[in-house]
């Protein structure tokens, strides 16, 4: 969670899977597929940290979001990982010269190198100095992030400068500077193996996090007490339970494709129920299909998910068919 490695690689999956399919097209499938997404895992994600205590940081762009993410193990096998994209932020230059933008919401923002710097993203710009090492990343808002050698060092809004320490792209502490001195709005403890410990903010609001020998993150406790409890079965999730609230279980179905598995580095497992749902999944040639039913047992679409693009078939009867971009 605190290494280089991690921005790189957070970078190559974004940038390699962004233009797979018209961004306006997945979500009218994606919100037809009940709690997983095309790759047939969980979308599963928590907002763990009360807008309240995060304070000025939730206006910065800070979200505390806890995300589910399934990842291959060695052995073929599937394992279970957490992401907090909000303690993760760097900057990257690419062989083309483009400046690649790890944000805070876990998005990658490109930044193409032109006769002038680099065009403007949409709702950012960028500009590097060279001879320092410094890239500065200003906002539509006036917000005003500054890495030094890919690393965030400083965020400047609305006059107000916030001093930031990182190991290698993971967030340690955020402090605004008030003249000469700091106060401390964050502060990121880790466990010596490189898991969350606690994040500590203003008037002293602390979230701890547990973790197992091997990893599993175990509960998540706040200043009032549990918030979350999570069980597995061999490091992948099987249950996650919000406090004062029933427990949602998850099974899942392990699939036999060494090629996709080596190759595209894919966990080898399918999300087979959730607490509102249930995949029943099945092959025609090479066409990924998937039929969601609701625990009444009503069928609310079946998708074809293939090379040349997808097909699905709701409810209604209403047919959305998508072309995979060349």
Same mark, same amino acid.
Request: net charge neutral.
């Given at each position: 969670?605190?290494?280089?490695?991690?921005?790189?690689?957070?970078?190559?999956?974004?940038?390699?899977?962004?233009?797979?399919?018209?961004?306006?097209?997945?979500?009218?499938?994606?919100?037809?597929?009940?709690?997983?997404?095309?790759?047939?895992?969980?979308?599963?994600?928590?907002?763990?940290?009360?807008?309240? #205590?995060?304070?000025?940081?939730?206006?910065?762009?800070?979200?505390?979001?806890?995300?589910?993410?399934?990842?291959?193990?060695?052995?073929?096998?599937?394992?279970?990982?957490?992401?907090?994209?909000?303690?993760?932020?760097?900057?990257?230059?690419?062989?083309?010269?483009?400046?690649?933008?790890?944000?805070?919401?876990?998005?990658?923002?490109?930044?193409?190198?032109?006769?002038?710097?680099?065009?403007?993203?949409?709702?950012?710009?960028?500009?590097?100095?060279?001879?320092?090492?410094?890239?500065?990343?200003?906002?539509?808002?006036?917000?005003?992030?500054?890495?030094?050698?890919?690393?965030?060092?400083?965020?400047?809004?609305?006059?107000?400068?916030?001093?930031?320490?990182?190991?290698?792209?993971?967030?340690?502490?955020?402090?605004?500077?008030?003249? #000469?001195?700091?106060?401390?709005?964050?502060?990121?403890?880790?466990?010596?193996?490189?898991?969350?410990?606690?994040?500590? @903010?203003?008037?002293?609001?602390?979230?701890? @996090?547990?973790?197992?020998? #091997?990893?599993?993150?175990?509960?998540?406790?706040?200043?009032?007490?549990?918030?979350?409890?999570?069980?597995?079965?061999?490091?992948?999730?099987?249950?996650?339970?919000?406090?004062?609230?029933?427990?949602?279980?998850?099974?899942?179905?392990?699939?036999?494709?060494?090629?996709?598995?080596?190759? @595209?580095?894919?966990?080898?497992?399918?999300?087979?129920?959730?607490?509102?749902?249930?995949?029943?999944?099945?092959?025609?040639?090479?066409?990924?299909?998937?039929?969601?039913?609701?625990?009444?047992?009503?069928?609310?679409?079946?998708?074809?998910?293939?090379?040349?693009?997808?097909?699905?078939?709701?409810?209604?009867?209403?047919?959305?068919?998508?072309?995979?971009?060349?």
């Amino acid at each position: 969670m605190n290494k280089l490695h991690t921005i790189l690689l957070f970078i190559a999956c974004w940038v390699g899977c962004a233009n797979a399919y018209p961004a306006t097209t997945l979500n009218d499938i994606t919100k037809n597929l009940g709690g997983i997404g095309l790759n047939g895992l969980p979308q599963l994600s928590f907002d763990i940290v009360d807008r309240a #205590d995060a304070g000025e940081l939730a206006t910065l762009g800070f979200g505390f979001r806890l995300t589910h993410r399934t990842s291959l193990r060695s052995g073929r096998t599937a394992a279970t990982e957490w992401l907090m994209p909000c303690l993760l932020t760097g900057v990257y230059i690419d062989g083309q010269g483009d400046i690649m933008w790890l944000t805070t919401s876990g998005q990658i923002t490109r930044f193409r190198k032109n006769e002038q710097g680099y065009a403007n993203s949409g709702y950012a710009s960028a500009k590097v100095d060279t001879e320092t090492g410094t890239v500065e990343i200003t906002t539509r808002t006036s917000t005003t992030w500054r890495y030094k050698n890919g690393f965030l060092e400083a965020i400047i809004s609305r006059g107000v400068v916030y001093a930031v320490e990182t190991d290698h792209g993971t967030i340690l502490s955020i402090s605004r500077v008030v003249q #000469d001195r700091k106060v401390s709005i964050l502060k990121c403890a880790y466990y010596m193996q490189g898991d969350l410990q606690s994040l500590i @903010f203003a008037k002293g609001r602390i979230y701890r @996090f547990q973790w197992s020998a #091997d990893h599993s993150l175990l509960s998540i406790d706040g200043s009032e007490g549990r918030l979350f409890d999570f069980e597995y079965t061999d490091s992948l999730l099987t249950c996650w339970t919000k406090a004062n609230s029933p427990r949602n279980e998850l099974k899942w179905q392990y699939y036999l494709d060494n090629v996709r598995t080596t190759a @595209f580095q894919t966990p080898p497992v399918l999300l087979r129920e959730d607490a509102s749902y249930e995949y029943r999944w099945d092959k025609g040639g090479i066409v990924d299909i998937v039929k969601v039913y609701n625990k009444d047992e009503d069928l609310l679409s079946e998708t074809k998910i293939g090379d040349g693009g997808i097909e699905q078939t709701v409810a209604d009867g209403t047919k959305y068919i998508f072309k995979r971009n060349p």
